[in-house]
């Protein structure tokens, strides 16, 4: 258990755009920061952080919360696990009582098999710098590849020893399940038997964006015909390889802070790279490059090089990743490196200068990259010549935004000198037959860039719910100004000369809470809301009972659930903030000048909407019992009713 001492420290520690940062590339907007949502494939920001109110709130699926909600949605953390994350990354210590044995096999599994992966690691690195074996066969090797010693413990390089079980008897011995280890693909179990997956392999461990271990990748260093040169973890629980990029924990901050991602193909051209001085970099771990890749990206920065060594045959059949990245809405640039060279290589044999002119200079935009390779192959036959068209411009077809497409097409006829024309008729035919596809043996008539009409019926129109409306204001109202001191203007109910109710208005002062707490007991209302009911009841006490509310401290005290609909009633209205309208010299009236006026409104615009509640209620009582109408419900009608009109006077409002 963690103390909630250390808890508090955390909280009061860690910044939500800081720690939200480092997964989700943000941008300034007014007082708050926006960013493409970490959990939907969006291309217009709705992720909006906001740093005052120390929460955040995504308008693509509904998702919001505190920092620490940030983490177990997006990395699938315990709670205990953010926190000890968020200690890690602001160098707290926290306290804790240590896991017994007995206490790791009940942890539930998920949790297991990032234990179980964690202490590899670390019996991996042990083995690499602590003993003979390590040091004669895997150190050496590291260093043969022109790694330091710096380098080795960033990236947490280690070795696994050639021996059968060596790993898998240190781990049951540390007290870890053979379950576990079988799961994470450490340990191969055959009957009674048991093998070490990695024996005689160097070792580079997998880290999500988060660097909790997730796998390996292991390197065989004899040659073996029968054995793979690299081996990476099986799929589990906690490794999808489609998911997963190698380096992007440590290459996070970098992209966002260049814009720009390099991607690159094995394991040792992305540290070369870092070693060398760019640090932007991430691989595929030579997987094929998935689309869940790629949108790990795009969180980061719209815009990705693709680095190719010099072998064309390798090049041709990673022409079908930039494909993807062009679905994605991203921009491609490539790459490549003279022949006989590639990443890890070119870039141990350069200074971080002489690399970083190289990849500036030679980094062509996709549609010159892919025109040059293809345009060798066609040279001087004009069937081939052709199908190197219609491949350049069925790649132009995957781009989503109309304007690049366009602007590739010109580039394009340029390039393979060849008419807009033809170009466009062939982007359109490409376009017919991906309409005619989505529309199950439609006509798909249609002409390039046309807009298609949606001829399905429009949605009914929501009824709006008005008492949820107000309570929700209600609520926001005490977050964000309950232990404000405010004048209030009263109205009192008094009859005048004539015996008429008037309201005659009194002036107070009195603290934001109180105010509204009083006005919605005198008049017996009650919240029609559940969540809401709850969140105003703790709300209340909480400002009763402390003399310094702040809202991040109370949005980190209450549960997950109350704590997401918080973060929900906060954020809807920053989502329609006014930002710099300054610089145009008008000067909007801003909510906290007004906050007495806008309390009363609030209340008032409530009682008049349960007023009206209420007379619809007679109104169908009597209605229902026209033979027997009661002259006390009329009376009551009447006395609401002009209530009603009494109070839509001061709003300002004509009924």
């Not at 790459?335 to 030679?362: I, M, V, W």
């Not at 596809?437 to 929501?462: C, E, L, M, S, T």
Request: aromatic residues 10%; proline residues 2%; hydrophobic residues 35%.
């Amino acid at each position: 258990m963690i103390s909630q001492a250390s808890i508090d420290l955390v909280f009061e520690t860690a910044r939500v755009e800081e720690v939200i940062g480092d997964f989700v590339q943000l941008k300034k907007a007014g007082s708050n920061f926006k960013g493409l949502s970490p959990f939907s494939d969006e291309r217009s920001p709705s992720f909006m952080v906001s740093p005052v109110k120390q929460i955040w709130k995504d308008f693509s699926t509904g998702k919001g919360g505190t920092v620490v909600s940030f983490l177990m949605e997006h990395e699938h953390f315990t709670y205990p696990e953010a926190i000890k994350y968020l200690a890690k990354k602001y160098n707290l210590e926290i306290e804790e009582t240590e896991q017994s044995n007995e206490q790791k096999e009940k942890a539930n599994e998920k949790e297991s098999l990032y234990l179980v992966s964690e202490f590899a690691s670390s019996y991996f690195k042990n083995i690499l710098h602590k003993t003979d074996q390590g040091k004669s066969i895997g150190l050496s090797y590291f260093k043969e590849r022109g790694f330091t010693e710096e380098t080795i413990k960033k990236f947490d390089l280690g070795y696994s020893l050639d021996e059968w079980q060596a790993f898998t008897d240190e781990a049951l011995k540390q007290g870890y399940n053979i379950d576990y280890l079988e799961k994470t693909g450490l340990t191969i179990v055959k009957g009674e038997k048991r093998f070490d997956r990695f024996k005689g392999r160097v070792m580079f461990p997998i880290k999500s964006m988060s660097g909790r271990i997730l796998g390996f990748g292991g390197r065989i260093l004899i040659n073996d015909k029968k054995a793979a040169k690299y081996l990476n973890s099986p799929e589990s629980d906690i490794y999808h390889k489609s998911n997963v990029l190698y380096g992007i924990y440590d290459a996070k901050q970098s992209i966002a802070k260049e814009d720009n991602c390099y991607l690159v193909e094995g394991y040792t051209d992305v540290i070369q790279f870092v070693q060398t001085g760019v640090t932007n970099v991430v691989s595929s771990s030579g997987t094929a490059l998935t689309s869940e890749q790629i949108r790990l990206i795009n969180r980061l920065t719209k815009n990705i090089t693709v680095l190719f060594d010099g072998d064309a045959a390798g090049m041709r059949a990673s022409l079908r990743g930039i494909d993807l990245i062009l679905e994605q809405g991203m921009n491609v640039k490539v790459c490549t490196f003279p022949e006989g060279e590639d990443p890890d290589s070119f870039a141990r044999q350069n200074t971080f200068e002489e690399l970083k002119d190289y990849l500036e200079n030679n980094s062509k935009d996709f549609i010159q990259f892919k025109a040059s390779v293809l345009f060798e192959e066609s040279k001087n036959d004009p069937i081939k010549k052709a199908e190197t068209v219609r491949d350049i411009v069925n790649s132009i077809a995957k781009i989503p935004d109309q304007i690049k497409k366009e602007i590739y097409i010109q580039e394009c006829a340029r390039i393979m000198d060849i008419s807009e024309d033809v170009l466009f008729s062939t982007l359109a035919q490409i376009n017919n037959k991906d309409l005619k596809d989505d529309k199950k043996g439609g006509k798909g008539d249609y002409k390039a860039f046309d807009v298609i009409k949606n001829k399905q019926q429009p949605a009914q129109v929501k009824k709006v719910d008005v008492q949820y409306l107000l309570e929700r204001k209600i609520i926001e109202i005490l977050l964000l100004y309950g232990n404000k001191t405010e004048e209030f203007e009263d109205l009192v109910l008094k009859e005048n000369d004539k015996g008429d109710l008037e309201l005659e208005p009194v002036i107070h002062q009195a603290k934001v809470f109180e105010k509204i707490y009083l006005d919605l007991q005198d008049d017996e209302m009650q919240f029609g809301n559940p969540q809401f009911k709850t969140i105003y009841y703790t709300l209340i006490e909480t400002l009763n009972q402390s003399e310094n509310f702040e809202l991040k401290n109370f949005i980190n005290t209450v549960d997950p659930d109350m704590g997401y609909e918080i973060s929900n009633i906060l954020m809807e209205d920053e989502r329609y903030s006014l930002d710099n309208w300054q610089r145009m010299d008008i000067f909007p009236k801003e909510k906290q000048h007004s906050v007495a006026q806008l309390v009363s409104e609030t209340i008032l615009n409530l009682r008049c909407f349960l007023i009206d509640q209420k007379v619809k209620q007679f109104q169908q009582e009597t209605l229902e019992n026209k033979a027997n109408v009661n002259k006390n419900i009329l009376e009551e009608v009447k006395d609401y009713s002009g209530l009603k009109m009494l109070l839509s006077r001061k709003l300002n409002r004509v009924l």
